[in-house]
């Protein structure tokens, strides 16, 4: 078979998006502060784009579109008073630590900081009074590693034995262990690894209590050594059985120590005071949330839907160039003129048209999750993309781009928009049906409220569930859903008292 080039026709059907349909989507599934930096870039290579940011401390929260009193005729046409939506709203497309530390400190967070690890995205409506509660506390801004070079610095007075602290400190991770190598600290300054083991003595005896410890169980034993010196029990606890300590096998520590069961539980309590985590009392990077939407209830007990849109700045088209100006331009000039100037409008329609569609699923979400906004997790009900996408008479994909990285607050806290989006259980009556989370609510309710000195199985809490709430639900599918809480089972559960 001879090779040569040829040229032949072809015909084919593609699909191709115009620049509108493209900046559209990607603009779609921008959060707000994504969307600020996406503004900012584009004003900076543009001189027809003008930005100029809102004052941070005006009294208005957002752009209030609607109330719930008559929810049919509230659809918004217009976002900005002075931009129309394009009359085709419908843009879519047809879709470094080891394997042991990484098992204690996964089994610590289960057994011992659950309330933790039951809390969802939520958080007080009130952003600022959220951010001031969470990050602005005594320690203020300070990072992790700011704060142990400066005990460093007041400790030693070497200066040989400052730069070896300051190595080591600058191989604590975020969670306050040391990660580091001692032997190649040792190498890097030309000293013995004994030296480097003094340092970091010196440095696991800085605030907070336990930092640099290479793993938990050593960080539970430096802070039980600095808060209870003289409780030789609790620390023979952690020492001599740890693993069984994690695992909750309360009779054999109790055997092994030679104390009643209830006496290894009151040591338990001694150590769900300590900190496993010490790092986290200094969040380097904070991530503060900003919710792209905020749902309230006014004076009037009426749901009220608002785009927070502050964070956003208000964008003009400009002319930097006069038309007399561009007359005289030639003609290449003049076709990149035209250019910048499409595209700031472009950008413009493109972000009214990506909160219109953003609130329009905001609204439809709030509509039909009335029930949650008003009293609280329990009355979640299943929800999914189709549903959304029907009533709005848009693709599926163009929900999910929509709600991608986006949060709500709501009365009953900040969640990601993907939280009000669940599979669901009919009841016995299958007139009703309640969302996943809401069994997932019901079944922590019935736990919490379990004698723990008889936790209930997984098969005792299934037909608790079925008689109290009308719900089948197999025993497997409990289990399943105690796992994803990251509740322990009901041996692990038990509590011992005299």
């Known amino acids: 078979m001879r090779l040569e080039p040829r040229q032949f026709l072809q015909q084919r059907q593609e699909l191709q998006l115009s620049l509108f349909q493209t900046q559209s989507l990607q603009i779609l599934q921008m959060p707000t502060t994504e969307l600020v930096q996406y503004i900012q ?155 480097v083991e003094e340092v970091l003595k010196i440095i696991q005896g800085f605030d907070p209590s336990g930092v640099g410890a290479r793993d938990t169980k050593e960080c539970l034993l430096i802070q039980i050594k600095q808060m209870y010196p003289e409780n030789t029990l609790l620390r023979k606890l952690v020492e001599e059985y740890y693993d069984e300590f994690i695992h909750r096998q309360i009779t054999k520590i109790a055997k092994g120590l030679k104390i009643k069961p209830y006496e290894v539980e009151e040591l338990i309590n001694l150590l769900k005071v300590l900190h496993p985590f010490p790092g986290h009392l200094f969040p380097e990077t904070p991530d503060i949330i900003i919710p792209d939407v905020i749902v309230r209830i006014n004076e009037d007990n009426e749901l009220v839907i608002e785009l927070h849109d502050k964070h956003l700045p208000e964008i003009k088209v400009v002319e930097p160039v006069k038309k007399e100006q561009i007359k005289k331009l030639p003609q290449e000039e003049k076709e990149q003129i035209k250019k910048f100037k499409e595209s700031a409008i472009r950008l413009i329609k493109c972000i009214d048209l990506r909160n219109s569609t953003l609130y329009k699923v905001a609204k439809e979400i709030v509509l039909l999750q009335e029930d949650f906004m008003r009293k609280g997790e329990e009355f979640l009900k299943p929800l999914t993309y189709k549903i959304i996408a029907d009533r709005l008479r848009i693709h599926e994909s163009t929900i999910s781009r929509c709600i991608a990285g986006k949060y709500m607050s709501t009365p009953q806290g900040t969640f990601e928009f993907r939280y009000f989006f669940s599979g669901g259980m009919k009841t016995n009556e299958g007139e009703n049906e309640l969302s996943s989370r809401t069994v997932k609510t019901i079944i922590k309710r019935i736990i919490d409220e379990e004698d723990k000195s008889k936790p209930l199985s997984d098969q005792q809490i299934a037909e608790l569930v079925q008689k109290q709430e009308g719900i089948k639900i197999a025993r497997r599918t409990i289990s399943k859903y105690r796992e994803e809480m990251n509740i322990p089972n009901a041996f692990e559960r038990k509590v011992y008292s005299k």
């Open 41 to 195: 870039k584009e004003a900076e290579r543009n001189p027809y784009l003008e930005v100029e940011f809102k004052p941070m401390d005006t009294e208005d929260e957002g752009s209030t579109y609607t109330d719930f009193d008559e929810p049919e005729q509230n659809s918004v046409e217009i976002i900005n008073e002075n931009i129309a939506l394009p009359q085709n709203k419908e843009f879519e497309m047809n879709d470094e630590r080891t394997d042991r530390d990484e098992i204690e400190t996964e089994t610590w967070d289960r057994d011992y900081n659950r309330i933790e690890n039951l809390t969802d995205l939520s958080y007080n409506p009130d952003i600022d009074e959220w951010v001031e509660s969470k990050f602005y506390n005594v320690r203020g801004n300070e990072t992790l590693k700011s704060h142990l070079i400066k005990q460093l610095n007041i400790e030693i007075e070497e200066p040989k034995k400052i730069q070896i602290g300051e190595s080591i400190i600058a191989s604590i991770n975020s969670r306050g262990y040391f990660g580091g190598n001692i032997d190649e600290i040792a190498k890097e300054f030309n000293v013995s690894t004994e030296e």
